[in-house]
């Protein structure tokens, strides 16, 4: 067929992001579908959307699917560059995929109105125990996941270095709200006497701490700015992410039935309280807008990218590798400590 103008126009500038958006949407399909063993699969490219989701939904001829919303690639800015981008966005809907095949349904809608749909917003009844059970699961799912595709491990460890680069520092938070009400040598809060008010603030502020410590550690592994903060605060966060990490290890499933992920549900529930409990964080609100949503996604949500951004991301994700992968050797010859890098970053 000649080569006519219409066709030019089709596939030039003009028409690019949508041929492009086809086809990632069309692999992202496929993927989702391999990956979680489930067909009832569908894919929401949205323009106004913050990161990545899923949700249950019943269409009018009474099937269930699962929606799984992306942001849409036109729209979608992140600090990186494209390939980059495209690292971050297949982890996302590899992520969800895998929500798809393990996450039990009463998670979905944990801390909001019975009625809720994922994506519902002003439905959240208590939006402390719904971020918490997505927290919890995310990382759980994550664990199941890597160890069936082996290959996404290091794609999930470079989604998590981005995200790091995102998180608050949690030393700054410190420093600023909190140090002048902390005994360093008994190692706990100081409250004004007789002033609930004042008293209620310092425990919101020691709960909105707590909340981001717990989640980067628990998620990421590494809290901002550990080095600065004091060791028994520390304690308390790593002893609380150890106790779940081991009740999660003990609830990997054996048989997919919906007994077991019922089962599954409960302990997940109860985690979630117990950590709220534990860290006092029932005094804090975290801002969720949406049904499904937890903390951990305004990591990715897009932004305006302003200049210097991509290198200064880059930049954190390449501390965050160094971070990781490097590790305190002694030397069996002469006793002396020295760091010792682990494999290379990519
Ligand atoms: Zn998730």
Not at 123 to 129: G, Y
Not at 227 to 256: G, Y
């Amino acid at each position: 067929m000649p080569y006519s103008s219409t066709a030019r126009t089709q596939y030039g500038n003009q028409k690019l992001p949508m041929a492009i958006q086809s086809n990632i949407s069309g692999l992202t399909l496929f993927r989702s579908k391999f990956l979680s063993g489930k067909n009832n699969i569908q894919i929401s490219p949205s323009r106004d959307s913050k990161g990545y989701s899923v949700g249950r939904q019943q269409l009018q001829n009474g099937i269930t699917i699962f929606n799984i919303t992306v942001p849409h690639w036109e729209t979608y800015k992140l600090p990186l560059n494209d390939r980059d981008k495209y690292r971050i966005y297949r982890n996302g809907c590899w992520h969800e995929s895998i929500h798809c095949k393990y996450t039990p349904d009463e998670v979905y809608t944990f801390g909001a109105k019975p009625s809720a749909r994922p994506g519902d917003e002003n439905a959240l009844n208590e939006p402390l125990a719904h971020d918490m059970i997505n927290i919890i699961e995310d990382r759980r799912i994550e664990d199941l996941g890597v160890k069936e595709w082996k290959g996404s491990k290091r794609e999930r460890l470079f989604s998590n270095a981005y995200a790091y680069t995102r998180r608050m520092k949690v030393d700054e938070f410190f420093n600023l709200y909190l140090k002048q009400h902390y005994d360093f040598a008994k190692g706990e809060y100081i409250f004004p006497p007789n002033d609930y008010t004042r008293e209620k603030i310092i425990r919101t502020r020691i709960a909105n701490m707590r909340h981001e410590a717990f989640l980067q550690r628990f998620l990421v592994k590494r809290i901002k700015g550990h080095e600065n903060l004091p060791h028994a605060e520390l304690r308390i966060i790593d002893k609380e992410a150890r106790m779940v990490e081991k009740q999660l290890e003990k609830i990997e499933p054996i048989r997919d039935n919906l007994k077991e992920r019922h089962r599954i549900f409960t302990v997940l529930a109860n985690l979630s309280m117990k950590v709220i409990r534990d860290l006092g964080l029932q005094f804090y609100t975290p801002q969720l807008t949406k049904v499904g949503e937890s903390s951990w996604d305004q990591s990715f949500d897009s932004t305006t990218v302003n200049p210097g951004d991509e290198e200064k991301t880059r930049a954190g994700i390449d501390d965050y590798f160094d971070e990781m992968m490097s590790i305190e050797v002694v030397c069996a010859d002469c006793g002396a400590h020295y760091s010792k890098k682990l494999g290379v970053r990519e």
